[in-house]
Structures are given as structure tokens and as C-alpha cells.
């Protein structure tokens, strides 16, 4: 009979009500592949559960529900709890039990995780207060909103300071994980379970995020909520007086806010998201022109390729047919996001 081989790795789950389910899977899958030989599954080498208090289904943002496993009186050792957040909202999305259980493995020194906006949850709990902690850039406006002392990292998939380890979300769970695989269970282990999903590479935490960054960073607070808004509306745009009202300041006044600090109306500055964002489509997808067109909120074809002539002084196809460096050398004529007037 073989010896039981000793588990690696133990991680307990805390799902949020309508938590992210691709953070939750990403994060799962990869404990799930790196546990067992190619990919049947058993929790040999890792071991993972999710805890409830009243052993519910909890349903995520989609819609579909995951049933817990482990009821809170049976929880045993873990070397990670993770909180899994979801959609923001003002009602406790976690029980006071699970919240207060969350406190007490943090002074008991079991590291805690938190993938999406779980980061909300930690930090409502004074869990990381004194620790540097990664919001997904979509989110970045609303964590300061929510925590005026606190200053998120928002341009890194994935951020390790000591014993709390927090995440953008996305692609970047799979990408922890695979981190915390490596360091227990070994870097073949890790690099397996990627391969696996058909991610080519582990990525390290100061990995960029993926999500918009803006070419002429704002520092009027009053332009960078608004710049947010705008990155979140990318597809189907919101008219600039929408916006306005959003903030709570009129049109008039917002467009002084941005002509002080960035020199351009909203107008052109949403224009300018939305064209960066079709750029970066153009040099790192094969989606159609019409495709990333109603992407960025264009028309079609034709109107996303008269607005690059114009703006930027390069048509799609001579996007795409061009090299890093020549692309680095149309950037540096400062042809991107130009002044208005």
C-alpha cells in the first residue's frame, strides 16, 4: 500500500454573494491541475475547499451557483483563506460570522487572499490597513471613494506584501495561483496547470494590468472620475452632459476641469480612450476591423478608420503592418491624444 502523500497546499474558499465566478474558477483550476497528474482532478498534492456558516448555495454575478463543502464548524488548518468578491454593493455581501472568522485566521497569521473585490471586503474588515493592495483599475476610483486614506495599486495584475496577497481579478487569479502553486508545490507544478488553460506563461506580480491606462494621466480628482467613467463606457459611450450630472457638476464646469488639467474637452479625451483602446486591439488581436470598431464604440469600419486618420495619421492596416519601433517613433511625434485648438 502506498504512504498517503502529505498535501502541499490547503486553501479555504469565502465566496461573496454574487462573487466573480471566472476569478473563483481561474484560482480553482489551477489548485485543480497542479494537484493531480495531467488533469483528473484528484487533491492529491493540493487540497481546496469552500466554507459556509450555513452551508447555502451562493450565487455569483451570473447567476450560477457553487454549493459550500465545508461548514465553518468543521474548517480544519489552511495555508490560505481566499475572499472572493464580486459585484459592489452596499448590503453585507458576507455574514458577520464568515467576516469575524476571516479576523481570526489573520491574527492566528494564516495569510489572507483576496481576488476581485474581495480586496473590499478585507479592507472594510481593517485586514489591510498598513499593506500595499491591488484594485483592478476599473475599480481603482471607487476603492478611494470607499477608503479616502488608502491608495490601491491599480498597474499590477497581482500585488505579495507579506502575509496579504490581493488581485485584480480575471486572468490574474489564474496567474496568483499558479504563484502560490510554485512556492509549495514546485514551478513544474505551475507551470503544468497554465499550459493546461492554454496560458503561455506564468506572469509575476508586477505584470501590467491589462485594463486601460490613460496617455495623458489626470490630476484633477474632479478629470480622473470622470476619465474612469469614460474607460468603463468604452463600447456604448455616454454622452459628456451624463457624465457630468454622474459627478454632479454640469457640463460647463467639467469641461473647465479638463481643459485646465489635461488641455482638451471631454469630448476629445473620451475620443482618445476609445481610439488607444482600438490601437491596442489592432496590434494584439485578429478581430475584424468592424469587430474592434463596435468594440470602442464606433460605427463601424470606415468611422474607426477616418478617426485614426485623423487623429493619429495611421489607417488600421498600417497599424497592424507596423513594427514596435516604428510604432514607438509615431508615439514620440506626440500625435496621441493632442491638444484641443
Not at 480612450?273 to 464604440?297: K, P
Request: one cysteine or more.
Amino acid at each position: 500500500m502506498k504512504p498517503q502523500t502529505q498535501k502541499r497546499l490547503r486553501v479555504g474558499f469565502l465566496l461573496a454573494d454574487r462573487f466573480t465566478l471566472s476569478a473563483f474558477a481561474n484560482f480553482v483550476d489551477v489548485l485543480r491541475l497542479a494537484a493531480d497528474e495531467a488533469d483528473q482532478s484528484r487533491p492529491i498534492l493540493c487540497d481546496w475547499s469552500v466554507i459556509s456558516d450555513s452551508m447555502a448555495a451562493v450565487r455569483s454575478s451570473c447567476g450560477v451557483r457553487v454549493q459550500p463543502d465545508t461548514r465553518l464548524r468543521d474548517v480544519g488548518r489552511f495555508d490560505y483563506i481566499v475572499v472572493v468578491g464580486g459585484i459592489m454593493s452596499d448590503e453585507a455581501v458576507l455574514s458577520h460570522t464568515l467576516m469575524q472568522f476571516i479576523t481570526d485566521e489573520a491574527a492566528r497569521g494564516v495569510p489572507l487572499v483576496g481576488l476581485c473585490t474581495g480586496v473590499f471586503l478585507m479592507q472594510d474588515a481593517g485586514l489591510l490597513q498598513g499593506y500595499r493592495c491591488c484594485v483592478s483599475w476599473f475599480h481603482h476610483q471607487d476603492f478611494i471613494d470607499r477608503f479616502e486614506t488608502e491608495v490601491p495599486v491599480s498597474d499590477q495584475i497581482f500585488v505579495v506584501d507579506r502575509d496579504r496577497l490581493t488581485c485584480s481579478g480575471g486572468h490574474g487569479a489564474a496567474h496568483l495561483a499558479a504563484f502560490l502553486v510554485q512556492r509549495h508545490v514546485g514551478q513544474s507544478a505551475a507551470i503544468k496547470s497554465l499550459n493546461i488553460m492554454m496560458i503561455d506563461e506564468a506572469h509575476g506580480p508586477e505584470r501590467p494590468q491589462p485594463g486601460q491606462q490613460s496617455r495623458s494621466p489626470a490630476r484633477d480628482p474632479l478629470v480622473k472620475r470622470a476619465i474612469l467613467r469614460m474607460q468603463q463606457n468604452i463600447e456604448l459611450p455616454l454622452p459628456v452632459e451624463d457624465i457630468a450630472e454622474a459627478l454632479g457638476v454640469g457640463r460647463r464646469t467639467l469641461e473647465r476641469h479638463f481643459l485646465k488639467d489635461l488641455r482638451m474637452t471631454p469630448h476629445k479625451a473620451y475620443l482618445g480612450l476609445r481610439l488607444d483602446r482600438a490601437e491596442a486591439r489592432l496590434r494584439g488581436t485578429r478581430q475584424t476591423v468592424t469587430e474592434i470598431a463596435q468594440a470602442c464604440g464606433f460605427c463601424d469600419g470606415t468611422h474607426l478608420a477616418r478617426m485614426l486618420r485623423a487623429e493619429r495619421g495611421m489607417s488600421p492596416r498600417e497599424y497592424r503592418a507596423a513594427t514596435p519601433e516604428q510604432d514607438a517613433e509615431h508615439h514620440a511625434v506626440g500625435v496621441l491624444l493632442p491638444p484641443d485648438g
